[in-house]
């Protein structure tokens, strides 16, 4: 059974900067297509940062240029740098992984952590 365990998130300023980690157990991440997911009041969880198991990533336009997704392969651990963090990007965040492909949008990967939450304040 996978488990995701995500850490790293908390309040910053509009244009600063924070780096969400997600400890993976029960599988070797390089071997799982991995996302990172997002939810706000209202609206459905969906995939905003996905890494394919080759390690190729993708985002949603309204990430692109200001977040990066990796994996760090001895460490079993999926990441995402955020950086020019906007009010706009509160949400609450989950990491997330499936055997079967993941694309930017996906909204039912089959694990999931339990989120953690990210607020950016103007």
């Known amino acids: 059974q996978v488990q995701l365990v995500e850490s790293g998130g908390g309040s910053v300023q509009a244009g600063g900067s924070l780096r969400l980690s997600c400890a993976v157990s029960g599988n070797t991440a390089s071997s799982l297509h991995m996302a990172w997911c997002r939810q706000t009041p209202g609206k459905e969880r969906e995939a905003i940062a996905v890494?394919?198991?080759?390690?190729?990533?993708s985002y949603a336009d309204s990430v692109k240029g200001r977040f990066t997704i990796s994996r760090d392969n001895a460490k079993n651990t999926l990441y995402l740098q955020m950086n020019s963090l906007k009010p706009e990007d509160t949400a609450t965040y989950y990491c997330?992984?499936?055997?079967?492909?993941?694309?930017?949008?996906?909204?039912?990967?089959?694990?999931w952590g339990s989120g953690i939450q990210v607020t950016v304040s103007s």
């Open positions: 997330a992984a499936d055997s079967a492909r993941l694309w930017v949008g996906y909204r039912t990967p089959y694990y």
């Open positions: 890494l394919n198991k080759l390690g190729w990533p």
